[in-house]
T-cell receptor
Framework: GENVEQHPSTLSVQEGDSAVIKCTYS??????FPWYKQELGKRPQLIID?????GEKKDQRIAVTLNKTAKHFSLHITETQPEDSAVYFC??????????FGAGTRLFVKA | EAGVTQSPTHLIKTRGQQATLRCSPI?????VYWYQQALGLGLQFLLW???????NRGNFPPRFSGRQFPNYSSELNVNALELEDSALYLC?????????????FGDGTRLSIL
C-alpha cells in the first residue's frame, strides 16, 4: 500500500550545524513532495516542496533533494538556529490529490 | 486571503457524548481533509471530502463521520466519545481542480474528553 517512512524520529543538533531528515515513499506514481514544519502548539505550515521533474530545490537555508529511482527525498537545513526547533513532516502525493504524510521528525536545536 | 478556519478552538466533553467540529476552507478550495493528532504524535488521516462527496477514509471507526456543505465548509462528528479521542483535530484544504498542490492547515480544535 501507500506508505511514507521518515527518519529519524528525533534529531538533536548544535546551533549552526546542519540537519538532514530522510523520507522514502512506496508509490512510484508520487510526483509531488511537500515538507511541513509544525512549531509547538501551532498548525503545520508548508516550508518547501519539490516536484518530480526536479532533483533539487533550495530556499535560503533549506533545501530538498529527490531521487526518484530510489524513491528517496530529503530535507536539509543548514546553519540551524533555535527557531528551527519543531516537528517536520514529509509527504508524498500519488495521483495528484492524495497526500501521504510521514510520521514526523522532532528537531531540537541546542543553543 | 483568509486561511483555513476551525471552530471551536477548544472543546471539552465527557465520555459517551457527541462532538461536532467545523472547518471553513480557503476560498476557492473544494477539497477538505481531516486529521487527528494525538499529543506529540503524527498526523493520522481521518477523512477527505471534495465537491460534497467523501473521497477517502482513514482507519477510524464509523463513529467518526463528517460531511461537506455546498459552500465547501465541513463538519467532523465524533459519536460515543472515548477517552482516547482526546487530541488535536486539524482540518486542511486544497484546490480540488489543480493537482500537486499543498494542503493548507487550520489551527485545529483541541478536543478533551473527561
Amino acid at each position: 500500500g501507500e506508505n511514507v517512512e521518515q527518519h529519524p524520529s528525533t534529531l538533536s543538533v548544535q546551533e549552526g550545524d546542519s540537519a538532514v531528515i530522510k523520507c522514502t515513499y512506496s508509490d512510484s506514481a508520487s510526483n509531488y513532495f511537500p515538507w511541513y514544519k509544525q512549531e509547538l502548539g501551532k498548525r503545520p505550515q508548508l516550508i518547501i516542496d519539490i516536484r518530480s521533474n526536479v532533483g533539487e530545490k533550495k530556499d535560503q537555508r533549506i533545501a530538498v533533494t529527490l531521487n526518484k529511482t530510489a524513491k528517496h527525498f530529503s530535507l536539509h537545513i543548514t546553519e540551524t538556529q533555535p527557531e528551527d526547533s519543531a516537528v517536520y513532516f514529509c509527504a508524498a502525493c500519488p495521483g495528484g490529490f492524495k497526500t501521504i504524510f510521514g510520521a514526523g521528525t522532532r528537531l531540537f536545536v541546542k543553543a | 486571503e483568509a486561511g483555513v478556519t476551525q471552530s471551536p478552538t477548544h472543546l471539552i466533553k465527557t465520555r459517551g457524548q457527541q462532538a461536532t467540529l467545523r472547518c471553513s476552507p480557503i476560498s476557492g478550495h473544494t477539497s477538505v481533509y481531516w486529521y487527528q493528532q494525538a499529543l506529540g504524535l503524527g498526523l493520522q488521516f481521518l477523512l477527505w471530502y471534495d465537491e460534497g462527496e467523501e473521497r477517502n477514509r482513514g482507519n477510524f471507526p464509523p463513529r467518526f463521520s463528517g460531511r461537506q456543505f455546498p459552500n465547501y465548509s465541513s463538519e467532523l462528528n465524533v459519536n460515543a466519545l472515548e477517552l482516547e479521542d482526546s487530541a488535536l483535530y486539524l482540518c486542511a484544504s486544497r484546490s480540488g481542480t489543480v493537482s500537486n498542490q499543498p494542503q493548507h492547515f487550520g489551527d485545529g480544535t483541541r478536543l478533551s474528553i473527561l
